[in-house]
């Protein structure tokens, strides 16, 4: 037994003598060269959040805003990113040469604390009084950013922004033709594409009128429509909605496959409310959808939920759509999708409701199936170049 145990000491202070053997070659042996990726980043070696100064946003090609929602800072209309402290932040990332994340918190106390993590360069909403800057606040481990904040702006870029969101919003509607909203009432015709609708409303279950009274909320049956925000065709079908449709972006303008889409998007949404039995209101929280954003209006039944009122009824949930342009609501920790221009939302499905009860006594020329009308030319009313969206 001692014999045993003496060379299992024996084994253990050799084992321990080569593993300090080893470490102590380890230390002695020269260092590996650091290995550099092509943008300048070292392998192996983390960043430093803190400290990721200008020279680092410029080498990563991103700004990370952090914001509120609101009608000044920021709010998503018809696709596109608007507010004017964010239209002024995305200005300065595109003098910097690079591209402007947002991330919207739901109040100031988390801004601050992200800002403390390092999980964004700047706090793009006016936190504090600064005619040096637009209020926004940059990390003071930033010098290089700040720097660069203080040279490029000047106050009079607020209300040149605060003009250019106006003329968006007011004087960059939809380019388009306008056409007659009936083709030819006695000949039961309410546009070329009759036989479309009637083709791919089937498919759907839809009245093929109402598909029509939207098309021409949307384009007043102009293939070509295209508005400032990048929606195209019959149906206005944003860029990224066809991508998610599989609709090609060189045929959003080709009237078959745009109001095939536009179908497929209806299908899609209706199905998105099928909480909703009532056929005639679910239809109207899809419009709704359509034009204004799915989120929103789940944001607006949640209000109305809330208030123990029917959030499956589009006349109870209009009015909490509405309100969505007031803090009070749009801040309310059941909104997640922050502020809304609701009005033009409402807007959108009374008229199309309105018209459709216009179309419903038209049966529908026999026989069609989208093939352009002769008389098509002759309805046309007067073209201009830009005019506000009705929607």
Same mark, same amino acid.
């Not at 999708?337 to 807007?347: F, I, S």
């Given at each position: 037994?001692?014999?045993?145990?003496?060379?299992?000491?024996?084994?253990?202070?050799?084992?321990?003598?080569?593993?300090?053997?080893?470490?102590?070659?380890?230390?002695?042996?020269?260092?590996?060269?650091?290995?550099?990726?092509?943008?300048?980043?070292?392998?192996?070696?983390?960043?430093?959040?803190?400290?990721?100064?200008?020279?680092?946003?410029?080498?990563?090609?991103?700004?990370?805003?952090?914001?509120?929602?609101?009608?000044?800072?920021?709010?998503?209309?018809?696709?596109?990113?608007?507010?004017?402290?964010?239209?002024?932040?995305?200005?300065?990332?595109?003098?910097?040469?690079?591209?402007?994340?947002?991330?919207?918190?739901?109040?100031?106390?988390?801004?601050?604390?992200?800002?403390?993590?390092?999980?964004?360069?700047?706090?793009?909403?006016?936190?504090?009084?600064?005619?040096?800057?637009?209020?926004?606040?940059?990390?003071?481990?930033?010098?290089?950013?700040?720097?660069?904040?203080?040279?490029?702006?000047?106050?009079?870029?607020?209300?040149?922004?605060?003009?250019?969101?106006?003329?968006?919003?007011?004087?960059?509607?939809?380019?388009?033709?306008?056409?007659?909203?009936?083709?030819?009432?006695?000949?039961?015709?309410?546009?070329?594409?009759?036989?479309?609708? %009637?083709?791919? #409303? *089937?498919?759907?279950?839809?009245?093929? $009128? !109402?598909?029509?009274? &939207?098309? +021409? @909320?949307?384009?007043?049956?102009?293939?070509?429509?295209?508005?400032?925000?990048?929606?195209?065709?019959?149906?206005?079908?944003?860029?990224?909605?066809?991508?998610?449709?599989?609709?090609?972006?060189?045929?959003?303008?080709?009237?078959?496959?745009?109001?095939?889409?536009?179908?497929?998007?209806?299908?899609?949404?209706?199905?998105?409310?099928?909480?909703?039995?009532?056929?005639?209101?679910?239809?109207?929280?899809?419009?709704?959808?359509?034009?204004?954003?799915?989120?929103?209006?789940?944001?607006?039944?949640?209000?109305?939920?809330?208030?123990?009122?029917?959030? %499956?009824?589009? #006349? *109870?949930?209009?009015?909490?759509?509405? $309100? !969505?342009?007031?803090? &009070?609501? +749009? @801040?309310?920790?059941?909104?997640?999708?922050?502020?809304?221009?609701?009005?033009?939302?409402?807007?959108?499905?009374?008229?199309?409701?309105?018209?459709?009860?216009?179309?419903?006594?038209?049966?529908?020329?026999?026989?069609?199936?989208?093939?352009?009308?002769?008389?098509?030319?002759?309805?046309?009313?007067?073209?201009?170049?830009?005019?506000?969206?009705?929607?």
């Amino acid at each position: 037994m001692y014999f045993c145990s003496e060379n299992r000491r024996n084994v253990k202070v050799f084992g321990i003598f080569m593993l300090l053997f080893s470490m102590a070659a380890c230390s002695n042996r020269q260092s590996p060269a650091p290995v550099r990726t092509p943008w300048g980043d070292v392998l192996g070696q983390e960043t430093d959040t803190a400290s990721f100064d200008l020279d680092d946003i410029e080498r990563a090609g991103e700004l990370i805003a952090l914001t509120l929602s609101g009608p000044a800072s920021y709010y998503e209309y018809r696709g596109m990113q608007l507010g004017v402290h964010q239209l002024l932040c995305r200005r300065w990332a595109s003098s910097l040469g690079v591209r402007l994340r947002v991330e919207v918190c739901r109040d100031t106390a988390e801004m601050l604390r992200r800002m403390a993590a390092g999980e964004g360069d700047v706090i793009a909403f006016p936190l504090q009084r600064d005619t040096l800057t637009p209020g926004w606040m940059v990390d003071s481990l930033k010098p290089q950013l700040l720097e660069s904040l203080l040279r490029w702006y000047k106050p009079s870029l607020m209300a040149e922004v605060a003009a250019e969101e106006q003329r968006l919003l007011k004087g960059g509607g939809v380019k388009r033709r306008v056409f007659a909203p009936m083709l030819n009432r006695a000949g039961g015709v309410i546009s070329r594409y009759d036989g479309l609708f %009637r083709q791919y #409303s *089937v498919e759907i279950g839809w009245d093929w $009128r !109402l598909m029509a009274a &939207q098309c +021409y @909320q949307e384009s007043t049956f102009d293939p070509m429509a295209q508005s400032w925000a990048g929606a195209r065709g019959l149906m206005q079908i944003m860029p990224t909605t066809a991508d998610h449709l599989g609709l090609a972006r060189a045929d959003m303008t080709d009237p078959e496959k745009n109001i095939a889409a536009a179908a497929r998007y209806l299908h899609e949404l209706y199905h998105h409310f099928n909480d909703i039995s009532n056929v005639r209101e679910r239809q109207d929280f899809v419009l709704a959808s359509y034009n204004g954003g799915e989120s929103h209006i789940r944001d607006a039944m949640r209000l109305a939920e809330r208030d123990g009122l029917d959030a %499956r009824r589009w #006349s *109870v949930v209009a009015a909490y759509v509405l $309100r !969505l342009s007031d803090p &009070q609501y +749009y @801040q309310d920790p059941l909104v997640h999708h922050g502020y809304m221009r609701g009005a033009e939302t409402k807007d959108y499905v009374e008229r199309i409701r309105a018209r459709w009860m216009q179309y419903r006594g038209v049966k529908g020329a026999p026989g069609g199936s989208g093939t352009p009308h002769k008389s098509y030319r002759g309805q046309r009313k007067a073209k201009y170049t830009l005019r506000p969206s009705a929607q």
